[in-house]
C-alpha cells in the first residue's frame, strides 16, 4: 500500500483472468474476442479529427452489433423542436396501444447517430415490445454538454404533449443511460409529470470517475478497454462534472423519480455506476431493482448470448408491470 495525492493505493500483482466455463459457450467466444478498439483520445480542440474518427468508430460498431435482435417493425422519421425521432412500431401495435418507450442511446456521448440510432431504436423495440421513439440527439464535438440532454428532454415534452406520462417509460444504455437518468431528474425539476418507469442500462453516471470497477475492472472489461476521458472532457466542455445533470448520481432522489430498472456485468467498468445509482435510488425511497451478469463487461455479449436474452426478458417484464399499473 502506497500514499498518494488522492489517499492510499492498493498495488495488486499482474495476473491471468481464466475464461469462466460456466458461461454459456456464446458469451465465452465474445470474451474470447479479447479488448475492442482503444477509445480515441485526441486534441480536444481538434474538431475535424474528432468528426472523422467518429463516422469510422460509427461505421464499426454497426457492423458490430448488425446481428443484434431487432424489431421488425415500421419506422418514421420525425422532427420534433429540430431534433430527428425515429418512431418505431413493431408489427401487432395498434395505434390504440398507447405505450412508448422513450430510447436514449448510448455510445460515449459521441457515437450512435444516424444508422446506428435506428439500429438500437429497432433494439429496444425488439426488447421491450412496444412503440419506440428513438431520439438522434446532438453531440460533440460541435454540440457539447447539455445540447444532448436539451434534445432528450424536448422528446419527452413532445411525447407528453400527445400521451398521459403512465403510457411512458424511458431508458438508455451507457451514456443513454446518464442521459435518461438526468432527464429525469430535469423534467422533474422543471415541474413535469415523469414516467411510469425507467430502464437504465449500465448507466455512466459519475464524470467524477469515482466508481471502484472503473479501476478494479479496468482492463478485464473487453468492450471499454481503454479509457474515455476524452470524450467525458469533449461532452462536459469545462461544466463542473458534480453537476446533476452530468452525473446523475450526485442528484437528488427524495423529490421524486420513477421505478428503476438497473443493469450491468461483474467485469463492467461501469457496474459501481450502477451499483452506486440503485444504493442512492433505495435509500431515497424509490423501488429499484438491480441485475448483474456473471462474466459480462459493458453492454454484455452484444445480443449474442443467452446471458443477453435473459435480461431482455427482465426488461420486458418490468415495462409490462409498470405500464399495467
Not at 498495488?11 to 458461461?23: E, G
Not at 438522434?136 to 400527445?162: K, Q
Not at 455512466?204 to 470524450?231: E, K, Q
Request: hydrophobic content about 40%; proline content about 8%; some cysteine.
Amino acid at each position: 500500500m502506497t500514499v498518494s495525492d488522492t489517499g492510499p493505493v492498493l498495488h495488486v500483482p499482474a495476473r491471468d483472468i481464466p475464461m469462466p466455463t460456466h458461461i454459456s459457450p456464446q458469451a465465452q467466444a465474445m470474451l474470447a474476442r479479447g479488448p475492442s478498439e482503444p477509445f480515441p483520445d485526441l486534441p480536444l480542440d481538434d474538431l475535424d479529427a474528432w468528426r472523422k474518427r467518429i463516422a469510422l468508430m460509427d461505421e464499426d460498431v454497426l457492423a458490430r452489433i448488425a446481428g443484434w435482435p431487432v424489431a421488425d417493425a415500421s419506422l418514421d422519421e420525425i422532427q420534433v423542436d429540430g431534433v430527428t425521432v425515429y418512431v418505431i412500431t413493431p408489427k401487432g401495435i395498434g395505434e390504440d396501444d398507447r405505450r412508448v418507450f422513450l430510447d436514449i442511446h448510448g455510445g460515449a456521448f459521441i457515437l450512435g447517430a444516424g444508422a446506428l440510432c435506428r439500429h438500437t431504436g429497432l433494439g429496444a423495440a425488439a426488447r421491450v415490445g412496444s412503440r419506440t421513439w428513438a431520439v438522434d440527439y446532438r453531440m460533440p464535438p460541435d454540440h457539447p454538454f447539455p445540447a444532448g440532454l436539451d434534445d432528450c428532454v424536448a422528446a419527452y415534452r413532445a411525447l407528453l404533449s400527445e400521451r398521459q406520462p403512465e403510457d411512458i417509460i424511458v431508458g438508455g444504455g451507457s451514456s443513454g443511460g446518464n442521459l435518461a437518468a438526468a432527464l429525469l431528474l430535469r423534467v422533474r425539476d422543471e415541474g413535469l409529470p415523469l414516467p411510469a418507469a425507467a430502464v437504465l442500462l449500465t448507466p455512466a453516471v459519475d464524470f467524477t470517475g469515482a466508481g471502484d470497477t472503473r479501476y478494479t475492472n479496468f482492463g478485464v472489461d473487453t468492450v471499454l478497454s481503454s479509457r474515455t476521458d476524452a470524450a467525458r472532457d469533449l461532452y462536459s466542455s469545462g461544466h463542473d462534472l458534480r453537476d446533476p445533470y452530468l452525473s446523475p448520481i450526485y442528484g437528488d432522489f427524495t423529490n421524486g423519480y420513477p421505478p428503476t430498472l438497473l443493469a450491468s456485468g461483474t467485469r463492467d467498468v461501469l457496474l459501481s455506476d450502477t451499483v452506486r445509482l440503485h444504493r442512492a435510488l433505495r435509500r431515497a425511497g424509490i423501488p429499484a431493482e438491480l441485475h448483474v451478469l456473471e462474466a459480462a463487461p459493458h453492454g454484455w455479449f452484444f445480443g449474442t448470448a443467452p446471458e443477453d436474452a435473459e435480461l431482455d426478458a427482465e426488461v420486458r417484464r418490468f415495462v409490462n408491470e409498470h405500464w399495467s399499473r
